[in-house]
């Protein structure tokens, strides 16, 4: 009830672009120095595709919505994904595409680079961002899950 989540948007190609690149040169800094996750097998591969001129990690999106929430907020990570889901709900609605960016959140939390580019209010440790532009895949059916694991009591 309190409602801390704050936005940040980012509309702009060419700032939406440099953030994937700080997201890739993370990457690259985990390749060298952090071998349990160097073991992560697509780490290499999403370095290989920037290389190559491709975004596989903010995937050349039109506009990145980052949702935040200060320290304060005792359920901060939970309000801004609730936040965002709300988000995806409703742009659903205006036939408008979204895609959770992990990879960023990833590098958001630790890489100074990323977050200084970002700018996240003072304060703001709880984040989580989305991509959302016009998707291009059609979908005629949901992806295969794994059936859920209920403990009925």
């Not at 979204?98 to 590098?107: E, F, K």
Request: a positive charge; aromatic letters at 10%; glycine letters at 6%.
């Amino acid at each position: 009830n309190s409602q801390l989540v704050e936005w940040t948007v980012f509309t702009d190609k060419e700032k939406i672009h440099n953030l994937a690149g700080l997201t890739v040169d993370w990457m690259k800094y985990v390749k060298e120095n952090d071998p349990e996750a160097a073991r992560l097998p697509y780490i290499p591969l999403i370095i290989a595709a920037w290389e190559m001129g491709m975004d596989v990690v903010l995937r050349n999106a039109p506009a990145l919505v980052i949702a935040s929430a200060p320290a304060v907020a005792i359920s901060g990570m939970v309000d801004v994904s609730l936040s965002l889901s709300y988000l995806e709900l409703a742009a659903q609605k205006m036939n408008i595409g979204t895609c959770w960016a992990g990879l960023l959140h990833g590098a958001l939390l630790s890489w100074k680079p990323l977050q200084d580019a970002v700018g996240l209010p003072k304060g703001h440790i709880h984040q989580y961002a989305m991509m959302v532009g016009y998707g291009k895949p059609k979908y005629y059916r949901q992806p295969e899950r794994k059936t859920p694991k209920i403990q009925w009591k």
